[in-house]
Every structure is written in C-alpha cells, then in structure tokens.
Nanobody, 122 residues
Framework: VQLQASGGGLVQAGGSLRLSCVASGLMFSNYAMGWFRQAPGKEREFVAGISRNGDTTRDAESVKGRFTISRDNAKNTVYLQMNSLKFEDTAVYFC????????????????WGQGTLVTVSS
C-alpha cells in the first residue's frame, strides 16, 4: 500500500494550499481517509477525516471553517483544501487510511503516507 501526498510548500499567512494524496495497493472506497500533521517538537495530531463514500467529514477544532477535506473515489485521491493559513499550521502533513472508522486516534490508522511539508510564513 502506498499513500503518495503532494502539494505542500511555502505560503504566506492568509494564503491557500491544496494537498493531494493518491492511494494505491488498496481498495480505496473501502477506507476512510484522513490527514494528520506534526509540527516541530509537537506530537502528531488529527486534522480532518472523511468517510468511505465522502458523505461524512470531521475536522479538528483548530481548522474548522478554514480546511476542507474531500475525496474522489474514481481517482483514488483524497484532498485537503487549506485556506486562511496561519503560522501555526506549519507542519508535515500526513495522509492516512483506516479500514474501520469510528475513531481518528493516531494509533488506530492502518496506513500512513510519507508526509508533505507545509510552511506558513508570518
């Protein structure tokens, strides 16, 4: 299984980025998908998750109203649209897949991508 994330980069505060994650080696529509992030010196934290068919999403309080997760099952891809970026959003963002939903705890994820770095300049 591979989760290939892309779209990270350097952006000014207030700007936008869209992350993409292409999954291979698994039946994509059978997995809930999500994003976690890890800032320097901090623990990995949940950002957003989306159900298998895309009808349910969940966001961390810190990104509500600014980030939107979506998926395209025909393309085996999950997206994270990030708007109104803040300095504190700076982190490595990881794409995850989980077969059985119900929790977005870091230890419950089945597969992790390699991460893509997002740097927000203040």
């Amino acid at each position: 299984v591979q989760l290939q994330a892309s779209g990270g980069g350097l952006v000014q505060a207030g700007g936008s980025l869209r992350l993409s994650c292409v999954a291979s080696g698994l039946m994509f529509s059978n997995y809930a998908m999500g994003w976690f992030r890890q800032a320097p010196g901090k623990e990995r934290e949940f950002v957003a998750g989306i159900s298998r068919n895309g009808d349910t999403t969940r966001d961390a309080e810190s990104v509500k109203g600014r980030f939107t997760i979506s998926r395209d099952n025909a393309k085996n891809t999950v997206y994270l649209q990030m708007n109104s970026l803040k300095f504190e959003d700076t982190a490595v963002y990881f794409c995850v897949a989980v077969r059985y939903g119900g929790t977005w705890h870091v230890d419950a994820m089945d597969y992790w991508g390699q991460g893509t770095l997002v740097t927000v300049s203040s």
